[in-house]
């Protein structure tokens, strides 16, 4: 069956880095983007704060740009995202989702195929 499976999360001070890792099975992952969003307690959940295509090309929205790394391995069906210069805003629970070939600038929920259930990302003093 379908999997993404997130890891890496947890609790950080300001300014830390952690690195989150999603794990995908069951499906044909070298020809998915993989994207990353969040939602903070008692928010909706944010547009994709950071894809990657399938052929590698990389986009990130405004707020984590400068801050946030995407990768992916495709021998290893895993996309990383190297989140450096945490900041309180941006503790959230994190899911990566699939979506068909290409990054969509400023994705939504609604165009992603396949979903994780996500991992806590707390920034906090």
């Known amino acids: 069956q379908v999997q993404l499976v997130e890891s890496g999360g947890g609790l950080v001070q300001p300014g830390d880095s952690l690195r989150l890792s999603c794990a995908a099975s069951?499906?044909?992952?070298?020809?998915?983007?993989i994207g990353w969003f969040r939602q903070a307690p008692g928010k909706e959940r944010e547009g994709v704060s950071a894809c990657i295509s399938s052929t590698g090309t990389t986009y990130y929205s405004d707020s984590v740009k400068g801050r946030f790394t995407i990768s992916r391995d495709n021998a290893k069906n895993t996309v990383n995202l190297q989140m450096n210069s945490l900041k309180p805003e941006d503790t959230a629970v994190y899911y990566c989702?699939?979506?068909?070939?290409?990054?969509?600038?400023?994705?939504?929920?609604?165009?992603?195929?396949?979903w994780g259930e996500g991992t806590l990302v707390t920034v906090s003093s």
């Open positions: 069951g499906f044909s992952f070298d020809d998915y983007a």
């Open positions: 989702a699939a979506e068909w070939k290409y990054c969509t600038v400023s994705g939504q929920a609604h165009d992603m195929d396949y």
